[in-house]
């Protein structure tokens, strides 16, 4: 008499190693930060080991693509052999997911303002020096409240 989990076993490994797919999953969020979470998510994994993400656009691809050893390092134990990113549908994000996301970052601080004055302070245009030095220092105020890559 043969067992069901023996046959069981034997009809999951056809579909190669699609059974790693849950720990990226599952990782996913975490390790690229809840930006890049909503732009880009794992599709599939090929039998050659390759785990094909869906992004948002080819901006996010090429992007991504640059990242690619770094996200593999921070998937740790659970990394594909390889990642691959393309344009694809992707799902729609859960509430809870993507804490955060969509939120604007704070307000630039006092400290921000002045930074980004002392930046643009030999711009001579003033219109042109006040527009740049309101970009800088929402950019600074950004770049210290950035979760798009842990």
Request: net charge neutral; hydrophobic share 40%.
């Amino acid at each position: 008499m043969e067992r069901v989990g023996d046959r069981v076993a034997k009809e999951l490994r056809r579909f190669g190693p699609a059974s790693g797919m849950a720990p990226v999953v599952e990782l996913w969020v975490a390790t690229v930060g809840a930006e890049i979470a909503r732009n880009a998510w794992p599709a599939r994994l090929a039998r050659d080991g390759t785990l094909h993400v869906h992004t948002q656009d080819s901006i996010w691809a090429f992007e991504l693509t640059s990242r690619a050893e770094e996200i593999r390092g921070r998937l740790g134990a659970s990394a594909p052999r390889r990642l691959a990113f393309a344009p694809g549908p992707l799902p729609e994000p859960a509430e809870d997911s993507l804490e955060g996301v969509g939120q604007r970052p704070p307000p630039p601080s006092l400290e921000h303002v002045a930074k980004a004055e002392s930046l643009t302070r030999e711009i001579r245009d003033e219109e042109l020096r006040k527009v740049v030095a309101k970009a800088a220092a929402a950019s600074l105020s950004r770049h210290d409240n950035d979760r798009s890559f842990c």
